[in-house]
Protein backbone atom coordinates (compact mmCIF):
# COMPACT_ATOMS: atom_id res chain seq x y z
CA UNK A 1 0.00 0.00 0.00
CA UNK A 2 1.91 3.29 -0.94
CA UNK A 3 -0.06 6.88 -0.30
CA UNK A 4 2.15 9.76 -1.32
CA UNK A 5 1.12 13.45 -0.95
CA UNK A 6 2.40 16.71 -2.39
CA UNK A 7 2.07 19.75 -2.98
CA UNK A 8 3.34 21.93 -0.12
CA UNK A 9 5.13 24.67 0.21
CA UNK A 10 5.56 28.45 1.87
CA UNK A 11 2.19 30.56 1.42
CA UNK A 12 1.22 33.97 3.03
CA UNK A 13 -1.83 34.35 5.39
CA UNK A 14 -4.95 34.36 2.04
CA UNK A 15 -3.07 32.70 -0.15
CA UNK A 16 -4.33 28.88 -1.62
CA UNK A 17 -2.16 25.75 -1.89
CA UNK A 18 -3.67 22.28 -3.79
CA UNK A 19 -2.28 19.25 -2.62
CA UNK A 20 -2.66 16.16 -4.34
CA UNK A 21 -2.56 12.86 -2.73
CA UNK A 22 -1.22 9.63 -5.36
CA UNK A 23 -2.55 6.75 -4.31
CA UNK A 24 -4.95 3.25 -6.32
CA UNK A 25 -8.63 4.65 -5.42
CA UNK A 26 -11.16 1.47 -4.49
CA UNK A 27 -14.25 2.26 -2.50
CA UNK A 28 -13.03 3.14 0.16
CA UNK A 29 -12.38 6.28 1.56
CA UNK A 30 -9.62 9.04 1.97
CA UNK A 31 -8.88 11.58 4.58
CA UNK A 32 -6.60 13.98 4.95
CA UNK A 33 -4.65 15.16 7.79
CA UNK A 34 -2.62 17.49 9.72
CA UNK A 35 0.04 18.25 12.99
CA UNK A 36 1.07 21.21 14.10
CA UNK A 37 4.60 21.39 16.09
CA UNK A 38 3.78 20.03 19.70
CA UNK A 39 0.26 19.19 18.55
CA UNK A 40 -1.21 16.05 18.05
CA UNK A 41 -2.33 15.30 14.77
CA UNK A 42 -6.32 15.87 13.88
CA UNK A 43 -8.71 14.98 10.78
CA UNK A 44 -9.09 17.58 8.12
CA UNK A 45 -11.07 16.20 5.72
CA UNK A 46 -12.31 13.22 3.92
CA UNK A 47 -13.86 12.10 0.89
CA UNK A 48 -15.75 8.40 0.48
CA UNK A 49 -16.00 7.08 -2.61
CA UNK A 50 -19.63 8.14 -3.06
CA UNK A 51 -21.82 10.74 -0.77
CA UNK A 52 -20.94 13.68 0.26
CA UNK A 53 -16.94 15.09 1.58
CA UNK A 54 -16.98 16.44 4.84
CA UNK A 55 -14.04 18.58 6.24
CA UNK A 56 -13.58 19.64 9.65
CA UNK A 57 -15.42 22.78 10.96
CA UNK A 58 -12.42 25.16 11.12
CA UNK A 59 -11.96 25.04 7.60
CA UNK A 60 -15.15 24.44 6.26
CA UNK A 61 -15.95 27.25 3.30
CA UNK A 62 -11.99 27.40 2.89
CA UNK A 63 -10.56 23.56 1.95
CA UNK A 64 -12.58 21.65 -0.93
CA UNK A 65 -11.86 17.88 -1.37
CA UNK A 66 -12.04 15.84 -4.53
CA UNK A 67 -11.15 12.82 -6.05
CA UNK A 68 -10.09 11.70 -9.72
CA UNK A 69 -10.57 7.94 -10.03
CA UNK A 70 -9.21 8.21 -13.20
CA UNK A 71 -5.20 9.84 -12.11
CA UNK A 72 -6.12 7.79 -8.81
CA UNK A 73 -5.59 10.91 -6.96
CA UNK A 74 -7.05 12.91 -4.15
CA UNK A 75 -7.35 16.14 -4.16
CA UNK A 76 -7.31 18.79 -1.13
CA UNK A 77 -7.69 22.59 -1.80
CA UNK A 78 -6.77 24.81 0.61
CA UNK A 79 -8.25 28.52 0.47
CA UNK A 80 -7.78 31.28 2.31
CA UNK A 81 -5.23 30.22 4.23
CA UNK A 82 -4.54 30.84 8.02
CA UNK A 83 -1.20 30.97 10.00
CA UNK A 84 -2.87 28.21 12.00
CA UNK A 85 -3.53 25.72 8.99
CA UNK A 86 0.67 25.59 9.38
CA UNK A 87 1.47 21.47 9.65
CA UNK A 88 2.33 18.41 7.36
CA UNK A 89 -0.40 17.17 5.55
CA UNK A 90 -0.81 13.56 5.55
CA UNK A 91 -3.25 10.93 3.58
CA UNK A 92 -4.14 7.95 4.52
CA UNK A 93 -6.92 5.47 3.24
CA UNK A 94 -9.93 4.31 5.63
CA UNK A 95 -10.87 0.71 6.13
CA UNK A 96 -13.96 1.21 4.51
CA UNK A 97 -16.18 3.11 2.74
CA UNK A 98 -16.78 5.83 5.79
CA UNK A 99 -15.38 8.90 6.63
CA UNK A 100 -14.61 9.02 10.02
CA UNK A 101 -13.81 12.41 11.53
CA UNK A 102 -10.73 10.58 13.78
CA UNK A 103 -6.83 10.66 12.98
CA UNK A 104 -7.17 7.37 14.71
CA UNK A 105 -5.41 4.83 12.87
CA UNK A 106 -8.10 1.99 13.51
CA UNK A 107 -10.37 3.77 11.16
CA UNK A 108 -7.52 5.09 8.66
CA UNK A 109 -4.46 1.99 8.52
CA UNK A 110 -2.61 3.01 5.49
CA UNK A 111 -0.74 6.08 5.56
CA UNK A 112 1.57 7.69 3.58
CA UNK A 113 4.44 10.50 4.10
CA UNK A 114 3.17 14.21 4.72
CA UNK A 115 4.09 17.21 2.96
CA UNK A 116 4.90 20.59 4.41
CA UNK A 117 2.14 23.24 4.45
CA UNK A 118 3.51 26.68 6.14
CA UNK A 119 1.42 29.54 6.10
CA UNK A 120 3.33 33.11 6.89
CA UNK A 121 4.08 36.77 5.55
Known amino acids: VQLQASGGGLVQPGGSLRLSCSVS?????IGWFRQAPGKEREWVSC???????AHRNSVGGRFDISRDNARNTVYLQLNALKPEDTGIYYC???????????????????WGQGTQVTVSS
Open 92 to 110: ARSRNRLCVSSSNSYYYPD
Open 25 to 29: LDDRA
Open 47 to 53: IPSDGTP
